[in-house]
């Protein structure tokens, strides 16, 4: 999420002022906006090829498939191994859930060795535009499945934001600000943190109710139309800094309030 205030018109001249600017009472011109996604430019000859190579990694819609994109870093904060717990048939009711875990990493290694006995969780590595565009066509929910550190939990993730584009329902473990979004649109659910139980039930409780799945993909995408299209975030930041600059030119002095 990115951030604007009065702050960043005078950098310079704050770099002057003491570490007391940092401190200082929000003000109207405070504002924060969310990282944007523009829509893909796709050929329909690379979706289509894309499609087909999911299709020969038997990733299809015919399946009920969880999807993450993403990297596969410290382990305190993605909470992967709670994730292919989840992917146990003895956790899922022995429902046909297929994993499609994207990315690569330094515990990349690690994960898969965890999943070595899991035949539903796939690690295709790293995967470009098409392809990722191809698999949240073919996907059921995207997976969010991280810490609730204190930067998590003030904001929404940039991946959470990927999915809304794709229609996907959001499967989190971040509280705080994305629970709620996820919670008032609904367009996700939210589990507890290392708790590959409530992941796994919530999974079937989605498998179990398509209607509601398809009410939350629907919930999703109207929600990304709304508030993080690219065009929508930078028309309102160009406004935001128009008024920003206009506010300082009246008054100067109100920049280091």
Not at 51 to 59: E, K, L
Not at 136 to 147: D, R, W
């Amino acid at each position: 999420m990115l951030k604007c205030s009065s702050d960043c018109r005078h950098d310079a001249a704050f770099r002057g002022v003491g570490s007391d600017v940092r401190r200082r009472e929000r003000t109207t011109l405070d504002k924060d906006f969310p990282l944007a996604y523009p829509e893909p430019k796709l050929s329909e000859a690379a979706l289509s090829h894309a499609i087909r190579r999911w299709a020969s990694m038997g990733v299809t819609n015919e399946k009920f498939v969880v999807c993450y994109v993403g990297m596969f870093g410290a382990r305190h904060l993605l909470e992967m191994e709670r994730v292919i717990d989840a992917a146990r048939p003895r956790l899922g009711h022995e429902r046909g859930f297929f994993f499609v875990l994207c990315g690569t990493g330094d515990q990349l290694d690690y994960d898969k060795h965890l999943a070595a006995d899991c035949p539903n969780v796939l690690f295709p590595g790293w995967s470009g535009a098409a392809d990722i565009w191809a698999l949240m066509q073919l996907a059921s929910v995207g997976l969010a499945p991280y810490g609730s550190s204190p930067s998590f939990i003030v904001s929404i993730s940039n991946k959470a934001i990927e999915y809304l584009r794709g229609g996907l329902p959001v499967i989190s473990s971040i509280k705080g600000a994305l629970a709620e979004l996820l919670a008032t649109h609904r367009c996700g659910v939210t589990y507890e943190n290392d708790n590959a139980q409530k992941l796994a039930a919530l999974l079937v409780d989605l498998y179990d109710n398509p209607d509601r799945l398809a009410e939350m993909s629907k919930n999703a995408r109207s929600l990304y139309e709304s508030r993080f299209t690219a065009e929508t975030v930078y028309q309102n930041m160009v406004v935001h800094l128009t008024r920003v600059c206009l506010s300082t030119r009246r008054k100067p002095e109100a920049a280091f309030r």
